[in-house]
């Protein structure tokens, strides 16, 4: 895995503190959206299409801590937008590392390089950087030709100032595998850190709905991506969830492990799906119906979600509260992925057709903006 030994030290030791303390439901990752408004119009993103006065709004640095210190998880996830927008952003990183928080702060790398001088190289500090894919996947993601090379030599750039660097890869129905591995390949060499990798979620507002995939579709492309995947690969993620979305591994939604605060308040009851708001954190834990969610509970909308927020969770969860998943983890993590037969879920799942359209030939949407 692509994840440092203090992060998975600090995360497994508050993940088993959590449990000895009998609580079932915990956050493990803050997403944390300072602001709404991005300096790209991506297909498939379902927040800058709120009206311009919602999109001028942002939150306070002394809102981001309150809310850091209201839910207490140890990761902090920063999406947007654009957090690089955001004229405060260099004091509310530096104010999260202050408290010991793992920092992902997601980034479309536009002003990144120029950006550089207001941060400082921590292990609690990450630069997410969302790439779909290669020069002309990514362009075609989000909708602008040249962000791709922009991004890369912003990794660079980074690399060598010794940030951490991760990546941030959703993807899409009419995804090359091949491709995509090739992509995979090309960020190791670069020195990125690890990889996230998820489906995109059907954004209601996203103005392009044709390209997300069924849960069919997830485990196919999937299977074909991660099969007998290079050992050189790095991927900022548990292998039960990527072993969860090949179908190989089953797991339940847990839509309260990464709560989502941004300038309407407090999420209900995740951060893909807008079902109202709250003032507090203790709020949102004790009045969200959170039996209404997940595949599990019958709600359509969640019926083909297999996203990394919903599901990551999950995966830590069983990896250090279940011999089942712990072993497993142990397994893939000396051994990896077998080639196992799909789980009877996934045999069931209805098969859908994949797009047959090129990437240029079609809006495909942009990658959620979480890691």
């Not at 996830?77 to 997601?106: N, W």
């Not at 599901?311 to 011999?323: G, H, I, K, L």
Request: with cysteine; net charge positive.
């Amino acid at each position: 895995m692509g994840i440092p030994l203090a992060q998975t030290w600090a995360v497994s030791s508050y993940v088993i503190g959590q449990r000895l303390r009998g609580r079932r439901r915990y956050p493990l990752v803050l997403m944390l959206e300072p602001l709404l408004r991005c300096n790209l119009a991506c297909a498939g993103c379902g927040k800058i299409q709120h009206p311009a006065a919602i999109l001028r709004r942002q939150l306070t640095p002394e809102q981001c801590f309150d809310a850091a210190d209201q839910c207490g998880a140890p990761v902090v996830s920063i999406p947007g937008g654009e957090p690089l927008l955001h004229p405060e952003i260099d004091r509310i990183v530096a104010g999260l590392v202050a408290r010991r928080k793992f920092v992902y702060l997601c980034t479309n790398a536009l002003k990144l390089a120029e950006s550089l001088d207001k941060f400082r190289p921590s292990k609690y500090l990450a630069l997410s950087i969302h790439l779909d894919g290669p020069r002309q996947e990514h362009d075609a993601a989000v909708c602008r030709d040249g962000v791709y090379d922009v991004a890369i030599q912003a990794i660079r750039a980074a690399r060598e100032r010794g940030f951490r660097v991760t990546t941030n890869t959703t993807l899409f129905a009419g995804v090359d595998a091949a491709r995509m591995r090739r992509h995979f390949d090309e960020l190791m060499r670069l020195g990125v850190e690890g990889m996230m990798i998820s489906p995109g979620y059907s954004y209601a507002k996203a103005p392009d709905q044709d390209h997300f995939l069924a849960r069919r579709q997830t485990i196919d492309l999937f299977r074909g991506l991660l099969a007998r995947a290079s050992r050189r690969w790095r991927f900022n993620q548990t292998p039960l969830f990527l072993e969860f979305l090949q179908g190989r591994y089953e797991l339940e939604c847990t839509p309260w492990g990464s709560p989502t605060y941004n300038v309407f308040g407090w999420q209900k009851p995740c951060y893909l799906l807008d079902h109202g708001y709250v003032q507090s954190f203790a709020e949102l834990m004790a009045t969200t119906d959170w039996e209404s969610y997940g595949r599990s509970s019958g709600n359509r909308a969640c019926a083909d979600c297999m996203v990394h927020c919903g599901y990551e969770p999950s995966a830590v969860d069983a990896t250090f509260n279940t011999w089942r998943g712990f072993w497993t983890t142990v397994r893939l993590t000396l051994w990896g992925s077998s080639a196992a037969e799909p789980s009877a879920d996934a045999a069931a799942a209805p098969t859908l057709p994949h797009s047959r359209l090129s990437l240029r030939e079609s809006s495909v949407p942009r990658a959620n903006a979480s890691p």
